[in-house]
């Protein structure tokens, strides 16, 4: 089973959202739908803008935990490398 690493943006430059899943599309429309208070609830962060796929949990956590710890402007970078006009890449995920 793959494991995800995701971003998530209120739009380019906007609040960010980092996180890990193993159902990456159920956890996206989560995150839309505001079902859970929380940062992405307050601060209306519904655009999937950078994800990648991993083989472990532990190896998705860890990659998760290591981009948190990020300053913002490498996050920035991450997407830009991949998505640089920040769209929503939810249809790039494989089924």
Known sequence: MPYFVY???SRPGGALYTGS?????????????GIKNGHTKIYKIKTLVWF????TYEGA??????????HRSWKDQLIMSVN???R????DIPL
């Not at 193993?22 to 995150?31: A, C, G, I, S």
């Not at 956590?61 to 990020?70: G, S």
């Open 88 to 91: 929503d890449v939810t249809y």
């Open 84 to 86: 640089p006009n920040w």
């Open 52 to 55: 990648e796929i991993h083989e």
């Open 21 to 33: 899943t193993n159902d990456l599309r159920r956890r996206v429309e989560e995150h839309r739908s």
């Open 61 to 70: 956590l860890e990659r998760e935990r290591r981009i948190k710890r990020w």
């Open 7 to 9: 971003i998530m943006a």
